[in-house]
């Protein structure tokens, strides 16, 4: 909401009203109402108990402005009645209108994708080919060598296992069960210190 401007109304006058009876007893009300009667003969009230204020509404600009040189600050029952010019206020909009939706989309959970977003398509997995058809060339128990080791780092090698059909003879030999495979440990390449004395 954009509050373009905020002026004096000069035919509205506020008054705070700190003695309630006003607002319950229609003769604190009629005696109140006669001080502004003294101005303008035309003029109407509006009370607003919640708020311990009453609006009083002229016909003319000069009455309200000599009203409110006369009577602010002044006593009735007791009490200062204090007297202000009502402001209107323009709102720049007729209605209110929604938040811009600059960064809604990172709110948690996001209500909705901002304008333009497309949802990326995945990208298609890459194959080594190569490695596929080194694979398929080896035999069984052969192996193939993906990246060789440098003094820092270990080999990276492919070992192609055993199929089912060969290693069913030995299942009948062990009693059912069948032997796991040895696993071969790669060797730690040496350590060379780095560090100069």
């Known amino acids: 909401m954009h509050l373009k401007t905020m002026k004096c109304n000069p035919f509205c006058l506020i008054a705070s009203l700190g003695d309630p009876d006003i607002f319950n007893s229609p003769v604190e009300r009629t005696s109140f109402e006669e001080l502004f009667h003294a101005f303008d003969s035309n003029v109407t009230f509006q009370y607003f108990k919640s708020f311990r204020r009453a609006r009083i509404n002229f016909t003319d600009a000069m009455a309200a402005a000599e009203a409110r040189a006369k009577l602010h600050k002044s006593d009735f029952n007791g009490r200062e009645v204090r007297l202000c010019f009502a402001k209107s206020v323009h709102i720049g909009s007729p209605r209110l209108e929604p938040p811009k939706p600059d960064k809604q989309f990172l709110l948690s959970p ?66 059912g069960q069948r032997p796991h495979p040895k696993i071969i440990q790669t060797r730690r390449p040496e350590y060379t210190s780095s560090v100069m004395h």
Request: hydrophobic residues 25%.
């Open 110 to 175: 996001p209500p909705s994708p901002p304008v333009g977003w497309e949802q990326s398509k995945d990208t298609t997995p890459v194959l080594n080919y190569d490695l596929l058809c080194a694979i398929t060339r080896l035999g069984q128990g052969e192996k193939y060598e993906l990246q060789p080791g440098t003094p820092t780092t270990p080999s990276v090698v492919v070992h192609v296992c055993e199929s089912d059909q060969d290693s069913s003879g030995n299942e009948d030999m062990m009693g």
